[in-house]
């Protein structure tokens, strides 16, 4: 058998948020995110669940780092509740809940597995939301103040911070799509919420550039390549208005400090007030970009297709995931290539990559050859990027363990380990032990 070894020092993990794993939502003075709010809306969640317990990890933080350390994991990417350490959405610091974190990297420095902070994963305090949320450019600041509390306690302990999870998902899907939470439906606010959230990246990186220097900071994006369906110029250009929504409108702010001209020329009526410096602080130089990557995107021109006259398509022998979504490998190799020749982040380490499937427990076992097959095949492709000079240096496997998924409440399982909901047992998945394999070997069978 031929391996892929990677670089030394690459670093293998795997991804989690804290409303979709923590539960304990009333525990140490937490209030309600938004979140909460949603899950309790009619019909928003597909079995009617919620993150009330889900995984119960808030209360199980050494039995999770035990689990950790079989997979062989030198990473561990989690997020801070901003309703447990500023429930009011103020400056004011709930210290039991920055304490509870703070055991849970001590926990894991002990266990010799690197903490990776985000901040912001979508759990926004209520008392912001009723203020206006991402509509509010005020939130932007917020997010800063939430980055310096978080900066001061653990700037020393932690090696890097991602501001801002999946700026398109939780502008569009929440804002526009009402699939997530807060649940709006309107274009002007989704693009506020899209501006307001790359403003508090910015303003999160100034906070842990003064709160925690020593640290690393970055933002983690969502990147989908995108295909037309047809080789009609209308399919084309459909290709890349999804082009400029999901990737080129985060990346070019990024690193060209400026929204790309074709999308603010769709976007002009409906645009909110950008400030003549936004851009530039948008754009100011980060470590890493995180990238997340799930899936391509083939899309065909369709006037009914919303604002931007696109309809998603399924090309007839595509694989697709438990959720829909077209699998495609090599489409993690021509996001990495082109962000890195395009856009040329210092680094780039992929926050999230990973499948659900129908998973079963079987006899105390869980045989999910389907989802083994997809982490090799993507980290296959990671490799075949890093020799063409991507400076990719970690990879963290969404997820941990099978979790709350949002709007699909528990129905779609990521976990590279199967959590029973009924009794919160824990067991390793055939892939999480072949991952225990790569992440001991630092190589993948190719
Ligand atoms: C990403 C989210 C993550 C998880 C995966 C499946 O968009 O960041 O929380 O839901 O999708």
Same mark, same amino acid.
């Given at each position: 058998?031929?391996?892929?070894?990677?670089?030394?020092?690459?670093?293998?993990?795997?991804?989690?948020?804290?409303?979709?794993?923590?539960? #304990?939502?009333?525990?140490?003075?937490?209030?309600?995110s938004i979140w909460d709010l949603f899950c309790n809306r009619p019909g928003a969640i597909d079995d009617g669940s919620d993150g009330r317990f889900a995984c119960d990890a808030y209360?199980?933080?050494?039995?999770?780092?035990?689990?950790?350390?079989?997979?062989?994991?030198?990473g561990y990417r989690f997020s801070v509740a901003w309703p447990r350490i500023h429930p009011d959405g103020s400056s004011r610091v709930n210290q039991p809940g920055l304490d509870h974190y703070r055991r849970q990297v001590d926990a894991l420095l002990d266990a010799g597995i690197t903490p990776m902070i985000t901040l912001y994963h979508w759990d926004l305090p209520r008392p912001l939301q009723s203020r206006g949320g991402w509509a509010n450019r005020d939130t932007a600041a917020r997010l800063g103040e939430f980055a310096d509390t978080v900066g001061r306690a653990f700037g020393d302990l932690v090696p890097r911070f991602i501001t801002v999870n999946e700026p398109w998902v939780h502008g569009w899907l929440g804002h526009f799509m009402g699939i997530?939470?807060?649940?709006?439906?309107?274009?002007?606010?989704?693009?506020?919420?899209?501006?307001?959230?790359?403003?508090?990246?910015?303003?999160?990186?100034?906070? =842990?550039?003064?709160?925690?220097?020593?640290?690393?900071?970055?933002?983690?994006?969502?990147?989908?390549?995108?295909?037309p369906f047809g080789d009609s110029n209308a399919d084309l250009e459909a290709a890349h208005r999804q082009d400029g929504w999901i990737n080129r409108w985060y990346l070019d702010a990024l690193y060209r400090g400026a929204y790309p001209d074709d999308m603010l020329d769709l976007y002009r009526a409906s645009l909110p007030e950008i400030g003549a410096d936004d851009l530039?602080?948008? #754009?100011?130089?980060?470590? =890493?970009?995180?990238?997340?990557?799930?899936?391509?995107?083939?899309?065909r021109w369709n006037r009914d297709g919303g604002p931007l006259?696109?309809?998603?398509?399924?090309?007839?022998?595509?694989?697709?995931?438990?959720?829909g979504f077209e699998i495609d490998p090599d489409g993690l190799y021509e996001t990495l290539v082109r962000v890195h020749r395009d856009y040329a982040p210092v680094k780039i380490?992929?926050?999230?990559?990973?499948?659900?499937?129908?998973?079963?427990?079987?006899?105390?076992?869980?045989?999910?050859?389907v989802r083994e097959r997809y982490l090799r095949e993507h980290l296959l492709a990671a490799h075949r990027a890093i020799a063409e000079g991507v400076p990719l240096d970690g990879y963290y496997c969404w997820s941990l363990m099978?979790?709350?998924?949002?709007n699909h409440g528990y129905t779609q399982r990521f976990g590279l380990v199967y959590t029973d909901f009924a009794t919160q047992d824990r067991i390793i998945k055939r892939s999480g032990r072949w991952y225990a394999g790569v992440t001991r070997e630092n190589a993948v069978p190719a």
């Amino acid at each position: 058998m031929t391996l892929a070894h990677f670089p030394d020092g690459f670093t293998w993990g795997a991804s989690s948020s804290a409303y979709q794993i923590e539960g #304990a939502v009333r525990a140490e003075g937490r209030e309600e995110s938004i979140w909460d709010l949603f899950c309790n809306r009619p019909g928003a969640i597909d079995d009617g669940s919620d993150g009330r317990f889900a995984c119960d990890a808030y209360d199980r933080i050494p039995e999770d780092i035990a689990l950790m350390q079989e997979l062989g994991l030198q990473g561990y990417r989690f997020s801070v509740a901003w309703p447990r350490i500023h429930p009011d959405g103020s400056s004011r610091v709930n210290q039991p809940g920055l304490d509870h974190y703070r055991r849970q990297v001590d926990a894991l420095l002990d266990a010799g597995i690197t903490p990776m902070i985000t901040l912001y994963h979508w759990d926004l305090p209520r008392p912001l939301q009723s203020r206006g949320g991402w509509a509010n450019r005020d939130t932007a600041a917020r997010l800063g103040e939430f980055a310096d509390t978080v900066g001061r306690a653990f700037g020393d302990l932690v090696p890097r911070f991602i501001t801002v999870n999946e700026p398109w998902v939780h502008g569009w899907l929440g804002h526009f799509m009402g699939i997530h939470a807060p649940g709006l439906h309107d274009f002007g606010i989704a693009l506020a919420a899209n501006h307001h959230l790359m403003l508090g990246h910015a303003e999160a990186m100034e906070a =842990f550039r003064a709160s925690a220097p020593k640290a690393e900071a970055g933002i983690a994006l969502v990147l989908s390549p995108a295909s037309p369906f047809g080789d009609s110029n209308a399919d084309l250009e459909a290709a890349h208005r999804q082009d400029g929504w999901i990737n080129r409108w985060y990346l070019d702010a990024l690193y060209r400090g400026a929204y790309p001209d074709d999308m603010l020329d769709l976007y002009r009526a409906s645009l909110p007030e950008i400030g003549a410096d936004d851009l530039a602080r948008i #754009a100011q130089p980060t470590d =890493f970009l995180a990238i997340n990557y799930y899936f391509r995107t083939t899309v065909r021109w369709n006037r009914d297709g919303g604002p931007l006259q696109i309809e998603r398509v399924i090309p007839p022998n595509a694989q697709v995931s438990g959720m829909g979504f077209e699998i495609d490998p090599d489409g993690l190799y021509e996001t990495l290539v082109r962000v890195h020749r395009d856009y040329a982040p210092v680094k780039i380490v992929i926050a999230e990559n990973g499948l659900s499937v129908e998973d079963r427990l079987v006899d105390g076992a869980v045989d999910d050859p389907v989802r083994e097959r997809y982490l090799r095949e993507h980290l296959l492709a990671a490799h075949r990027a890093i020799a063409e000079g991507v400076p990719l240096d970690g990879y963290y496997c969404w997820s941990l363990m099978d979790n709350f998924e949002w709007n699909h409440g528990y129905t779609q399982r990521f976990g590279l380990v199967y959590t029973d909901f009924a009794t919160q047992d824990r067991i390793i998945k055939r892939s999480g032990r072949w991952y225990a394999g790569v992440t001991r070997e630092n190589a993948v069978p190719a």
